[in-house]
T-cell receptor, first 113, second 111 residues
């Protein structure tokens, strides 16, 4: 069965600093990978997705993620964090044979002024 | 604008009562999903439907029921058999099947 691990439950960064959120997955075949962001009391917004091809994918709001097959990772990065980026971030993997998404436990990002 | 509408935003359930959460989409998506979100546990799949009049159980279907009579609607009923229903419920839909698009959720609490 597939699984997703986000090792960091909480992360605090200063505004303007760089950010990297970690995501590791377990899946036998080529995965479909996603990062979503959730503001308090809201639904999930898709930041970016990886299906195939270039392993560095660009998303909305200045985020990017890199797929590393050898490390089973799909880490999310942003070069300069803004206060509005404070939210919870979820990594998810989809199985190719169906349309089931498995989510990680989430990482809550706090931004210091 | 196209999107997914969940209602109500807040819902309260009395002991022994069934409650129904609404999910409507105007994205013309074939597939729809229900997830439950608890603090620190991410999202867990309750039910999903890939086509009208068909649906499958997800990882935590016990105590829940769904119907899919129309393409745009996928209501979720939380039955009295669900002993711990307090959670944030999210509905999603998708076309291909990726990616999934989410509504703004319904928060269910017990009175």
């Amino acid at each position: 069965a597939q699984s997703v691990t986000q090792p960091d439950i909480h992360i605090t960064v200063s505004e303007g600093a760089s950010l990297e959120l970690r995501c590791n997955y377990s899946y036998g075949a080529t995965p479909y990978l996603f990062w979503y962001v959730q503001s308090p009391g809201q639904g999930l917004q898709l930041l970016l997705k990886y299906f195939s091809g270039d392993t560095l994918v660009q998303g909305i709001k200045g985020f990017e993620a890199e797929f590393k097959r050898s490390q089973s990772s799909f880490n999310l990065r942003k070069p300069s964090v803004h206060w509005s980026d404070a939210a919870e971030y979820f990594c998810a993997v989809g199985e190719s044979a169906g349309n089931m998404l498995t989510f990680g436990g989430g990482t809550r990002l706090m931004v210091k002024p | 604008d196209g999107g997914i509408t969940q209602s109500p935003k807040y819902l309260f359930r009395k002991e022994g009562q069934n409650v129904t959460l609404s999910c409507e989409q105007n994205l013309n998506h074939d597939a729809m999903y229900w997830y439950r979100q608890d603090p620190g546990q991410g999202l867990r799949l309750i039910y999903y439907s890939q086509i009208v009049n068909d649906f499958q159980k997800g990882d935590i279907a016990e105590g829940y029921s769904v119907s899919r009579e129309k393409k745009e609607s996928f209501p979720l009923t939380v039955t009295s058999a669900q002993k711990n229903p307090t959670a944030f419920y999210l509905c999603a839909s998708s076309a291909d099947p990726w990616p999934q698009h989410f509504g703004d959720g319904t928060r269910l609490s017990i009175l």
